[in-house]
């Protein structure tokens, strides 16, 4: 399988804060960390039935959990900017191009992140906080409900774990979700829910 680059493109505030929180985005604002430079077949098992597409914002309420600070601080975020992460009012402008590709645009006080994501299973690779190499893989779940992203990631002192993101949309109307679950051996998965909500008349 050809693997490809991450291609995703970031402007952010100048001086320390605005760097870190560049940093902090690459988890906290995560749309599945995968992308590519250039179109491939599709090698995915499954399709998709839903359609992302629109400007979603973050629910900070209904965001906030002790899980979610435990990814951040497994990432080696301090306290100081988890409580940022936390704080911080997220929109995430999304264009589906039939079921192959999601087109992502993430604005925040910090931030404006694009990356496009391919969902036909390919692998891509990007950076995680520490700068190390990262192996995505982002594929629809069996009946296209989902999007399923699994990162291969590790923390600062080298230990590897799996972070799985599953972006599918909600019970309640004009809701989606993005479920984080990290994996490390020998522990417990941690999972944490961000919650976003449609942006009237979209």
């Known amino acids: 399988m050809k693997r490809h680059s991450q291609s995703s493109t970031f402007a952010c505030d100048s001086g320390r804060t605005g760097l870190l929180a560049c940093g902090l985005a690459l988890l906290w604002l ?11 077949p599709a ?8 359609d992302f597409s629109g400007v979603w914002k973050l629910d900070l309420a209904r965001s906030r ?9 497994f990432q080696g975020i301090n306290r100081l900017f988890r409580g940022i992460a936390n ?3 997220v929109t995430q402008t999304l264009r589906q ?14 931030i404006t992140r694009r990356e496009t994501q391919y969902l036909d299973g390919r692998e891509t690779t990007t950076t995680n906080l520490q700068g190390q190499a990262m192996l995505n893989v982002s594929t629809w779940t069996d009946g ?28 309640e109307p004009d809701t989606m979700y993005l479920d984080m679950e ?6 417990t998965p941690i999972k944490a829910r961000r ?5 009237p008349g979209q």
């Open 65 to 73: 959990s002790p899980e979610f600070n435990e990814i951040l601080a």
């Open 30 to 40: 995560t749309s599945g960390w995968a992308g590519a430079e250039e179109p491939a």
């Open 182 to 187: 990290l994996q490390i051996q020998g522990r």
């Open 43 to 50: 090698a995915g098992p499954a399709t998709g039935t839903v």
């Open 144 to 171: 296209g409900a989902a999007i399923v992203t699994k990162a291969k990631t590790q923390n600062a002192e080298g230990t590897p774990a799996l972070l799985i993101i599953t972006r599918e949309l909600g019970d």
């Open 87 to 89: 704080r911080t009012v």
């Open 97 to 110: 191009e039939a079921f192959d590709v999601l087109h992502v645009e993430i604005k925040s006080a910090f």
């Open 195 to 199: 919650v976003f909500i449609r942006a």
